[in-house]
């Protein structure tokens, strides 16, 4: 048995779906969760209840924390925390590993353009500061022989069903499906790296199958070639065939912004990230398992497939 924490996510799904080359037997476990193919057993819990997370794990080999919470720093600052050690404490109980699907938010600005696992750790915002906490919880945890486990680390990600996920999904591919304009942060020909959930949720299953990759932090193989704002929405438009019309917001935008809208308010502590080039290497992964990304290209010619083509 192997169970997903937060199974209704994009990655979650792409994971549920991954697992099925190690194992027949899959748990899905959030507050509502929906199967993926047909046969997972199904368990609704509160990841905030330290029995019901407990519950959740009972049984499993491996325990996959792909939990997503709404993007507001007092959130997180507040749930994170307790989840991180609800699910480190079941999976000590339990003898269950434990894989973490993280962020990059937590390291320095410094760490651009080439962000590596030995990046400097030194957030740049309050949600930074807060995944800096509960990976080196972790960690820690991990060291002391408290449990076995390891962090799959991805930059921002793309790819089929990442409505309300993917900020490429909701600034390029969606306005570009129904003819408006794009949109783009700060600086256009910077280049920024996406990791394609895909890519993630198969390399996260190979990880957490893999007993050697264990204690350690993993970035998930992403494309180290990655276009300027510029070049991904006229490569998306070019496979949506339609023009592409876009807008560059500008820092003082995004500020003014964030006097109205929560989640503007929220995206401009990331400002580092998208005025210069953001590209996230995964290096340790591809030597290791000989195995690499999706090209930008065939990544964004599946998403359009699988969700735009109907449009």
Request: glycine share 10%.
């Given at each position: 048995m192997q169970t997903i924490l937060g199974s209704g996510g994009a990655i979650g799904v792409q994971l549920a779906g991954a697992l099925r080359t190690y194992t027949d037997e899959v748990r899905l476990v959030s507050r509502n969760p929906k199967t993926v193919k047909?046969?997972?057993?199904?368990?609704?819990?509160?990841?905030?209840?330290?029995?019901?997370v407990e519950e959740s794990?009972?049984?499993?080999e491996v325990a996959y924390l792909t939990v997503g919470l709404s993007y507001d720093h007092k959130v997180w600052k507040t749930t994170w925390p307790l989840i991180m050690n609800n699910v480190i404490e079941a999976c000590s109980k339990q003898?269950?590993?434990?894989?973490?699907?993280?962020?990059?938010?937590?390291?320095?600005?410094s760490a651009m353009p080439r962000m590596t696992e030995e990046s400097p750790i030194?957030?740049?915002?309050?949600?930074?500061?807060?995944r800096a906490r509960i990976a080196r919880r972790l960690m820690t945890a991990s060291e002391q022989g408290q449990l076995q486990?390891?962090?799959?680390?991805?930059?921002?990600?793309y790819g089929p069903s990442t409505q309300n996920a993917s900020i490429l999904t909701e600034l390029v591919f969606n306005p570009l499906s129904k003819g408006k304009k794009a949109s783009w942060m700060i600086n256009d020909e910077t280049r920024h790296a996406f990791t394609f959930t895909p890519d993630a949720g198969w390399a996260t299953a190979l990880l957490g199958n893999s007993e050697e990759a264990y204690g350690q932090i993993w970035h998930l193989p992403t494309a180290d070639d990655p276009p300027t704002g510029?070049?991904?929405i006229e490569l998306i438009a070019d496979e949506l065939n339609v023009a592409p019309r876009y807008r560059v917001y500008s820092s003082l935008m995004l500020t003014v912004g964030g006097w109205f809208n929560k989640q503007v308010r929220e995206l401009k502590e990331l400002d580092y990230q998208h005025d210069r080039d953001y590209i996230f290497h995964s290096d340790k992964f591809e030597d290791t398992f000989d195995l690499h990304p999706t090209p930008y290209l065939e990544g964004v010619r599946q998403t359009v497939i699988e969700d735009y083509s109907g449009d």
């Open positions: 047909g046969d997972e057993e199904l368990m609704s819990a509160d990841l905030t209840d330290a029995e019901a794990v009972k049984g499993s003898g269950v590993k434990l894989v973490f699907f993280d962020n990059n938010y937590m390291y320095d600005a030194h957030p740049e915002g309050k949600k930074g500061l807060v486990a390891l962090i799959a680390r991805a930059a921002d990600f510029r070049e991904w």
